[in-house]
């Protein structure tokens, strides 16, 4: 049985449309997701989805993960649109492998190429990776699969395989913020990341299977993310809805409690009634009817289809739903 680099150029990889059409669903969720955390979420949100995703990589290696090593890799990370050199490899290896700082010279526990091969296979490999021709989340999965499939080093691949797809991710949303952990979803089940790893390195260049993988556990790790920060998702969109509109502490207080378990993705609502709302500030009726009238009028609230003293009142933008979620006071 011969192994992808066994062949003669093996590195002319191909894949099928459906890449494509899978490339094209994890963009839209990495742009959305992209575009949301741009209003609520700050770079210290970003640094521990980066520093988890670095944990994780080093764990793969039976690694601790050094303040050495993550300074270097979180600067590799920031300088995200500078080339990648050799030097740069050399110099990330030395970092998170004691002694590091070189290619092997002889041959690998796992699939790689001869040691001989390895100085021309890198030189190749980093052409490609600082070309500018193809699709940067596209290229992540390719790079990640190539260094590894070239295994340079004795140690530490998969933790410099990981900092590669995360430049070329950092390159598609031009930003070194990363709000999700894609190594930590890739390594979720590290029997099945070797397992995909090993089969499509022992075929003949055909890496479909490799990348709708990898797009698929981008995937997931985008939608993870949205889901964890969806709280502060929707807090940020409430704020931005009311820029402007003067609102007194109480109403202020109002929305606060209908903005509750109110998830930006789940599009479950938390609905209140003006009893239930004179009852909670220790307001007269009268006096928790008009601050909810005041809302709706502003476009904040709106009614539900209830009537008379059956009516509540939710957030504009939130439909409600079979099982939705109520305020009960108690």
Not at 124 to 139: H, P, S, T
Not at 144 to 158: A, Q, R, S, V, Y
Not at 255 to 270: A, C, P, T, W
């Amino acid at each position: 049985m011969l192994y992808i680099y066994q062949y003669p150029d093996w590195t002319k990889f191909r894949y099928k449309q459906k890449v494509t059409t899978s490339l094209g669903r994890v963009r839209m969720a990495q742009g959305y997701l992209t575009g949301i955390a741009s209003l609520a979420l700050d770079k210290c949100d970003a640094e521990e989805c980066s520093r988890r995703d670095l944990v994780a990589s080093f764990e793969a290696e039976s690694a601790e993960l050094s303040k050495k090593a993550f300074d270097t890799f979180m600067g590799a990370s920031r300088n995200f649109q500078k080339e990648i050199s050799e030097e740069n490899l050399l110099e990330w290896h030395a970092a998170c492998v004691k002694g590091g700082g070189h290619f092997r010279t002889s041959e690998s526990a796992e699939p790689g190429v001869e040691p001989e091969r390895i100085a021309k296979e890198i030189s190749l490999f980093l052409k490609f990776f600082n070309a500018a021709e193809m699709d940067y989340v596209l290229k992540a999965a390719i790079a990640h699969f190539w260094f590894l499939t070239i295994c340079p080093f004795e140690k530490g691949n998969k933790a410099i395989a990981g900092l590669l797809s995360d430049i070329q991710l950092s390159r598609s949303e031009n930003s070194h913020n990363r709000f999700y952990s894609l190594f930590s979803e890739l390594l979720k089940n590290p029997a099945d990341y070797a397992e995909k790893l090993l089969k499509v390195q022992q075929g003949d260049g055909e890496i479909t299977e490799w990348l709708l993988w990898f797009i698929e556990k981008l995937n997931a790790a985008i939608e993870c993310a949205t889901n964890h920060f969806s709280p502060q998702f929707s807090e940020a969109a409430m704020s931005l809805s009311i820029e402007g509109i003067a609102l007194s502490d109480r109403k202020m207080r109002l929305l606060k409690i209908l903005r509750q378990d109110n998830g930006f993705l789940q599009n479950s609502s938390v609905e209140i009634s003006s009893s239930e709302w004179a009852k909670l500030s220790g307001i007269s009726h009268d006096s928790a009817l008009r601050d909810l009238t005041d809302l709706v009028e502003k476009g904040i609230l709106k009614k539900t289809k209830a009537k008379g003293r059956s009516t509540r009142y939710r957030l504009v933008g939130i439909s409600s739903q079979d099982e939705k979620k109520e305020f009960i006071y108690k």
